[in-house]
Structures are given as structure tokens and as C-alpha cells.
């Protein structure tokens, strides 16, 4: 049996290790324990988990900037896929948004990763091809 609540920081460390063996999943220093700790203390009651016997088996990242919702690094483990547990971390994410009154959101797939495309794709969910995606990042830019 799957139970689902909201992500808190004391799930890191599981978190973490499924992200971990996740196909796909890029993270990044932004996922340390402090960073994640402060963006889920930012963005109360939208980011979930899914248990199976107490143990982390799939996971949501969600935030907001007050106008949009952001998802990001869905992860399920391996073994439990096609079982809904993806739909129902999504769910509960938008539901979360929406009771705030965000009505849209946005999330990144990696180009590559065909299957995560093709379950989003199934949930309704559509490709933005007019925008491009820029990133700056001030500890490149230190000199500037």
C-alpha cells in the first residue's frame, strides 16, 4: 500500500537516494540538504512523497514563484512504475497550486529523456517550443 504527504526535510536523505538511481535526473549543488531545506520552507504543502512501509518510493519537488507552478525531479522507484504513483504526485502538486490559486505550471524534462516526455504527454501536459530556456549563474560570473 502507497501513502502520499507533503515532502519535509527530514525525507533528504531517501529523497536523495532515489533521485540518485533515477535514469535521467540531473541534480546539482542547488540539491544539497540546505538548499532543498530552504526551497521546501519557501514553498510549504506543494512538495510530496510517496511511502510503501515507511520507505521513500517516489518523490515531487514543487515550487512557486507566486504566479506559476514549477515541478521538478519527479522521481518513482524503478520497480513501482505504471502503478499510478507518478500520476498521483502530480495530482496532489497541481491540486496544492491550485488552492492557491496557481493555474499553470511549468516543468523541465531533459531532451533526451523520451519516457518522462511520453508520461507528461499522457497527463495532459504539452511541449513549449517558443521559449528557450536561459540560465545565468552568478558563480560563473564573480568577475563581472
Known sequence: MVTYRVME????????TLWSVTEHMSLRDADS???IGAYLAR????????????????ALLVGTDGRRGY????????????????KQL???????????GIMKTHLFVLKDNLPAQKFYAKLDWY?????????FNHSDNLNV
Open 127 to 135: 511541449p513549449r517550443n517558443e521559449v528557450t530556456m536561459m540560465t
Open 9 to 16: 526535510i527530514d525525507d533528504y536523505q531517501q529523497v536523495m
Open 33 to 35: 540538504k540546505e538548499n
Open 71 to 86: 515541478v521538478q525531479h519527479l522521481a518513482v522507484a524503478s520497480t513501482l512504475r505504471g502503478q499510478g504513483i507518478g
Open 43 to 58: 514553498n510549504p504543502g506543494l512538495s510530496f512523497v510517496a511511502l510503501a512501509d515507511d520507505k521513500v518510493v517516489g
Open 90 to 100: 502530480i495530482s496532489l502538486c497541481v491540486d496544492a497550486l491550485a488552492e492557491m
